[in-house]
């Protein structure tokens, strides 16, 4: 098991980002299990340790808890739009309500401020400052501990935060079902399970996206080293710490003309994907939004390197089809 006070100074990197309130937090997604819309939870009349309800999730009946209760911060009425992020550390599995979660992003260690004289109660031992934005970062083992610890009740009326009219109990319970209905698979450390999201990015005017279930990392800038040799949509490899991975080139790989003239891979953003244990760097031209995964919209195609298609917002989308690209026979992928 990982000491609390340890925690940051082992995971500064790949980090999934979340609003609650007015303010950004940042858990390590090697912690995260699961994304998933607000589900109707079960609440028995007395729970401790600042808990919000149950859930039984995985043939497991997890804690869901809200950390402003934690850092005593004024908690707001929920409502179906509010997301749950579950996570695992060796020994627990709870899940922490969010306002909407936002993305995947690394964090750079020379932006990171550890908070002195904490102890093992403080759930926040960081700060990430980039800019003007500020996240605070989570230790969930932290959290851990103070779930093991004897904490009286909250003083407040847990249910008549969530929702209470037909329709958002309707919905919430359905999400519930469809929970209990999941097949059982195995919970693995460090994977990610959020096939209900998607992160969708630029290939020239175009619109694209790919299942955040696939995406390890998105670096903001690239810096390419380039490998004579070597196919004109490998830009290169680049080095995230320590580490080679492929630079792979999507609109040339795809056959996608560039509208400008300015260099492939210059400075561009790039989603590290993984996928069969295997990494590679997907140059792109912008990163935008994570959204939920609009299964009333989508059209299968099943052509090419595409999977999918929908049209949100009166702007059209394709779902890149990860596994195809990895399978295909033009990449060839050696150890470095």
């Known amino acids: 098991m990982i000491a609390a006070g340890n925690y940051i100074e082992q995971n500064k990197n790949n980090h999934l980002y979340f609003l609650l309130g007015n303010s950004k937090y940042a858990v390590n997604t090697a912690n995260v299990l699961e994304i998933m819309k607000l589900p109707a939870l079960d609440y028995p009349q007395k729970l401790p340790n600042n808990i919000i309800g ?7 009946v997890i804690n869901i808890i809200d950390i402003r209760f934690y850092l005593d911060i004024e ?18 599995i709870f899940g922490i309500i969010t306002d909407k979660v936002i993305g995947i992003m690394p964090l750079e260690s020379s932006n990171i401020d550890t908070i002195p004289f904490i102890d093992n109660k403080t759930i926040i031992d960081s700060i990430y400052k980039q800019n003007q934005d500020t996240a605070f970062i989570i230790n969930i083992y932290s959290i851990e501990n103070r779930l093991k610890q004897t904490i009286k009740s909250l003083d407040i009326d847990i249910p008549s935060l969530f929702p209470s009219d037909k329709e958002s109990i309707d919905l919430m319970r359905q999400r519930t079902q469809a929970i209990a209905a999941k097949s059982k698979f195995s919970i693995i450390s460090g994977e990610l399970h959020a096939k209900r999201k998607l992160i969708s990015f630029n290939l020239n005017d175009d619109m694209y996206c790919i299942p955040l279930d696939y995406v390890k990392e998105v670096i903001k800038n690239t810096n390419v080293t380039n490998i004579p040799g070597t196919p004109d949509f490998i830009e290169g490899i680049i080095n995230l710490r320590g580490d080679y991975t ?9 056959n996608i003309k560039q509208h400008n003239s300015s260099s492939e891979a210059d400075k561009k953003p790039a ?19 994570l959204f939920d995964f609009p299964e009333d919209k989508i059209k299968e195609t099943g052509e090419g390197y595409y999977s999918s298609e929908f049209i949100l917002n009166d702007i059209p989308y394709t779902i890149i089809n990860v596994e195809k690209i990895f399978t295909d026979k033009k990449i060839i992928i050696t150890d470095m």
Not at 54 to 60: D, G, H, I
Not at 75 to 90: A, Q, W
Not at 271 to 289: Q, T, Y
């Open 246 to 254: 492929t630079v792979l080139n999507l609109k040339k790989f795809m």
């Open 271 to 289: 989603i590290i994907v993984r996928c069969n244990d295997m990494d590679i760097a997907f140059l792109i031209d912008k990163i935008n939004e």
């Open 75 to 92: 908690v707001t009425k929920y409502d179906t739009n509010n997301e749950l992020i579950i996570v695992k550390t060796d020994e627990t």
């Open 54 to 60: 149950l859930l039984k999730y995985n043939n497991f």
